[in-house]
C-alpha cells in the first residue's frame, strides 16, 4: 500500500469522531459580590462589541472567527475568516 493510500486511511478513521465546538460571544471579569448579586433580568456587559467576530473553538481550539446569524429559531455562525495557526 502506497504512503498517500495509507494517509487516506488513517484519516478516514478519524471522521466520525465527534469534537466539542464552542463558539465564545464575549466575556468579562467581575468580582465574586457582584456575581452574587446576580438575578433573572440582570445584564452582564461583555468585553466585546456587538459587531465584533465571534470565536469559533474546537475541543478548545480558536479555529475560526464568525458572525452571528439565526437559521429559522436557532442561533448559528457564519465563518469569515480561519484563525492562523
Do not use: H, W
Not at 498517500?4 to 468580582?31: A, F, H, N, Y
Not at 448579586?37 to 479555529?63: M, R, T, Y
Amino acid at each position: 500500500m502506497s504512503d498517500l493510500m495509507q494517509q487516506e486511511k488513517d484519516i478516514s478513521l478519524l471522521m466520525d469522531v465527534r469534537v466539542k465546538m464552542t463558539v465564545q460571544l464575549g466575556s468579562c471579569r467581575m468580582p465574586m459580590r457582584e456575581v452574587m448579586e446576580l438575578v433573572p433580568g440582570s445584564v452582564i456587559q461583555l468585553n466585546q462589541e456587538a459587531k465584533d467576530p465571534v470565536g469559533l473553538f474546537i475541543n478548545d481550539k480558536l479555529v475560526a472567527y464568525g458572525e452571528v446569524v439565526v437559521v429559522e429559531d436557532n442561533f448559528g455562525i457564519k465563518i469569515t475568516e480561519m484563525a492562523s495557526t
